[in-house]
């Protein structure tokens, strides 16, 4: 199972809304290009956006279905990939203070994908959600603009520990 995290420098509310615009699909996830809505209303329960992803000369033509969608913190997706399999993509947003942490947890479901699960491949998806988690958060970043809280340099009061510190 491949769970990878990242600390968004945005508040939930502004991830959420990248997440929820299903137009806004193709631009920080890793792959797929246009998105054409097939069914429902991104993000409710079923409803399907269709895309094409392409490795090397082949072209695969693939869709991501809702199946769990808890609005501001939890977006669950059934990526289908056709006779490669299925894959679960659950995405959490916690409130980390002022910003947003994204935990993504992605494994196989059904087909060849499950049975071919191994080190090898969850390696390979791990740098795609390391690509994936950096591609989201430029882009909620960037939406969320003078909005975006950083973590200070030195927050107020804070004490420097040295040598020795915390010992009983």
């Known amino acids: 199972m491949a769970v990878r995290h990242r600390l968004i420098q945005a508040s939930p509310r502004a991830v959420w809304d ?5 137009n806004q699909y193709v631009e920080w996830v ?14 409710q329960v ?18 991501s279905v809702v199946r769990h ?11 289908k990939a056709g006779r490669l399999g299925t894959a679960r993509i659950a995405i959490e947003l916690r409130p980390w ?13 059904r087909g060849p ?7 090898g491949v969850e390696a ?11 591609r989201l958060a430029k882009l909620c970043e960037a939406q969320a603009g003078d909005r975006c809280r950083p973590d200070p340099a ?3 009061g804070s004490v420097e520990l040295g040598p020795g510190a915390g010992r009983a």
Do not use: F
């Open 46 to 63: 079923g409803a399907t956006i269709a895309y094409e992803v392409q490795l090397g000369p082949v072209r695969l033509n693939n869709e």
């Open 113 to 119: 994908g499950g049975l071919l699960h191994n080190v």
């Open 18 to 22: 990248v997440l929820a615009d299903g």
């Open 97 to 109: 203070g002022e910003q947003c942490l994204v935990i993504v947890d992605e494994h196989p479901l």
């Open 30 to 43: 890793v792959g797929p290009s246009e998105v054409t809505p097939k069914a429902g209303q991104w993000p």
């Open 154 to 156: 030195e927050p107020p």
């Open 69 to 79: 969608c808890v609005e501001g913190s939890v977006l669950e997706l059934e990526a």
């Open 124 to 134: 390979l998806i791990q740098v795609r959600h390391r690509a994936m988690l950096a």
